[in-house]
């Protein structure tokens, strides 16, 4: 396995939470060892994501 660190842009639903994060990322088929938002405008969230892949 390799953890492979990427930002990924979600939209902004104005009402972040844990599992609105986990479920976009998981719809984008990535496994999250860890996840932060590290930026926010009006139309997007900047997840930054250490992904696993096989």
Known sequence: ???ISELIKIK???NPSVEYIE???T???INPLR???V???DKMYTISVANLKE
């Open 27 to 29: 719809k984008l088929n």
């Open 1 to 3: 396995m390799k953890v």
């Open 39 to 41: 930026h926010v405008d």
């Open 23 to 25: 479920n976009e990322l």
């Open 12 to 14: 902004n639903n104005q």
């Open 35 to 37: 996840w932060a938002v």
